[in-house]
């Protein structure tokens, strides 16, 4: 019998739930520290197997007949029927029996190479709403379609298996369980080897803050959940427990050691780190910096953790032996609201207020605007110099931007394809990490509203009260609610074929421009000067090194301004145009130029 409690904590997910074993039986091992005994229901097979309970929790069984694509339950003390908390799939949905999993795979990325945090053009999208089918296997097809564009990264929204037939994905209950509208695990492995060999890393959004409303039912095998601290989302775990919390911290970092292993993933992207409530020192997300590094560099594949923390976090991408959380990279939402703040005035899409203009120069010249550790408040900062922008993700609209909006719609549907493809150009040609939002290559008409597909009438009503109460600046009474299955079946993105040309060609010209100038050594912050004319509502960056230069000249306005026209005079060829139909004439509003110069270097 496994020790679960000593063992390396990068080994506990090769023995929690059900796993087969070569001789035709699956071991079982649970964890439910207060349970007196936990029984196995096997369906169609044997009824009420007895568990061994160890001395710090866990239930561990062995049945001999029981193979990979077995049904079963757990039973608490004699109670109801449950899924395994560590269940590695729910064929039946949530509420049904787990599944036994043979986890191997014929791996064909032997070869494969992930592109180093520099290199990296992320592509979110949400595997039920980017195809018609809304599968991993239908997601294959379509990878193609992304390497043509010049991403080299795809982030997957969260996978794990939440209640009803679609979901945005923040409401999982089953952390190990792929969703089974998107296909079986294997068809996840699938689309991860794909995407390999097609030289595309794969990074899957997990969610340790909450844990979903339907089909929690942690809390009945032990205290995986915290009775101190609460999300507005849902419960949160229960990770500073002083009894339990090495365990319930244990769970956690399995599951995401788990993903990284038995799914070859590159990376996770952690959602709301900010959060992860843990009055523990240290944070439970540094606990989990630490083993999957250790993971990685036991297994010597490079892999990443990129944290949403919606502002800059000072710490969170410093290394641990510093001191710091030791991710390696982190969502700066700062960027897209500062952004929106110009084009959009007096409109907010989150909850912190962003100024017009000067919020945008901020981001522009220092990296961010708002600044917060998992510890302290958030506040405006304006630190002495510029931060590593390197290590921040910036996108101009992704899942919560869109779908935080009463509409769903996307940002040229709010202000226009012009003023979009010139904030693409400020966010693909600095040097921060720029994400893109699935359609948005192509100005996808589609909207991306907010969706659930609970079972409970209770639950449904709660979700739309709440959309109201966390975002009480928009009127909700319009659109369609996110229960109406319309909201999910709206959100399918459609060929690409359907959207626009020139905005699509717009995006692939820019990620081109922006590997040659990363390959050069030029697009870096050290190279970068940022000189800004807001009362012309210009945003202009400069790079320079010793041998050639690159300037982006960006006009941002509302769509209440004039389409005025201001002269501009580069040094160096004009080599990238918003709006080409404008001529030699001068920079209009919302309209990017790109003028790329070559220079003498200076000798020392």
């Known amino acids: 019998m496994i020790d679960l409690h000593n063992c390396l904590a990068i080994e506990v997910h090769q023995h929690l739930g059900a796993r087969p074993l070569a001789d035709g039986s699956t071991s079982f091992s649970v964890w439910a520290p207060l349970a007196d005994r936990v029984s196995i229901d096997v369906v169609d097979g044997p009824q009420a197997i007895e568990m061994t309970k ?187 427990d002083p009894v339990h919390g090495d365990a319930v911290r244990r769970f956690f970092a399995a599951n995401a050691v788990y993903w990284l292993d038995e799914f070859h993933l590159d990376g996770l992207r952690v959602d709301a780190i900010h959060c992860m409530a843990d009055d523990r020192e240290p944070h439970v997300a540094a606990e989990i910096s630490d083993e999957v ?104 609209q992704n899942h919560d931007f869109i779908g935080n909006h009463p509409l769903g719609v996307r940002l040229h549907q709010l202000t226009s394809v012009d003023a979009q493809r010139a904030a693409a150009a400020l966010m693909m040609l600095s040097p921060a990490i720029p994400m893109l939002f699935m359609g948005e290559e192509f100005a996808c008409e589609h909207p991306f509203r907010f969706f659930v597909d609970f079972s409970d009438q209770g639950l449904r009503d709660a979700v739309v009260e709440g959309r109201r109460r ?66 012309k509502s210009l945003y202009l960056l400069r790079y320079a090194d010793g041998s050639e230069t690159l300037t982006i000249a960006v006009r941002l306005s509302p769509l209440t301004e004039p389409d005025d026209s201001i002269d501009v005079d580069f040094d160096g060829e004009l080599i990238l145009d918003s709006r080409e139909e404008s001529g030699s004439g001068g920079l209009r509003c919302n309209h990017a130029r790109v003028y790329w110069g070559e220079r003498l270097a200076v000798s020392g």
């Open 54 to 240: 160890d001395s710090v929790g866990y239930h561990h069984a062995t049945v001999a007949g029981v193979t990979s694509g077995s049904l079963y339950f757990y039973r608490v003390d004699g109670g109801p029927r449950r899924p395994d908390p560590a269940s590695r799939f729910q064929p039946q949905g949530v509420h049904g029996p787990s599944v036994v999993v043979d986890p191997s795979f014929d791996w064909t990325d032997q070869d494969y190479r992930a592109p180093s945090r520099d290199e990296l053009i992320i592509y979110e999208l949400h595997v039920g709403t980017f195809t018609d089918a809304g599968t991993f296997v239908a997601a294959i097809d379509r990878i193609a379609e992304l390497v043509e564009l010049g991403i080299t990264a795809i982030e997957l929204m969260p996978v794990a298996a939440s209640a009803g037939r679609w979901n945005w994905g923040y409401d999982g209950v089953a952390l190990f369980a792929p969703m089974n509208a998107f296909g079986t695990p294997n068809d996840f492995r699938r689309f991860v080897d794909a995407a390999h060999a097609a030289g595309l890393a794969v990074f899957l959004d997990v969610v340790y803050n909450h844990l979903g409303p339907e089909g929690n039912y942690l809390s009945e095998f032990g205290p995986y959940l915290s009775s101190k601290h609460r999300t507005v989302w849902g419960d949160a775990p229960n990770f500073d």
């Open 293 to 396: 590094a250790f993971w990685s560099q036991q297994s010597r594949r490079n892999v990443m953790l990129i944290a949403e923390s919606n502002v800059y976090d000072p710490e969170m991408t410093v290394p641990r032996e510093s001191g710091g959380i030791g991710f390696d990279a982190m969502w700066c939402d700062d960027f897209l609201h500062s952004t929106f703040s110009v084009l959009r005035p007096g409109e907010q899409l989150c909850h912190r207020p962003y100024l017009p203009k000067t919020d945008l120069d901020h981001a522009l010249r220092h990296g961010y605007v708002y600044e917060g550790t998992l510890r302290n408040e958030r506040r405006r900062s304006t630190p002495s110099s510029r931060v590593d922008t390197h290590a921040l993700v910036y996108s101009i």
């Open 470 to 535: 966390e975002y009480p600046q928009h009127d909700w009474d319009g659109g369609v609610l996110p229960t109406d299955p319309a909201a999910f079946t709206a959100a399918k993105i459609g060929p690409r074929g359907d959207g626009d040309a020139v905005t699509l060609q717009w995006y692939r010209r820019l990620i081109e421009l922006r590997k040659r100038c990363r390959a050069t050594g030029l697009l870096v912050d050290a190279n970068l000067t940022v000189e800004n004319d807001l009362a």
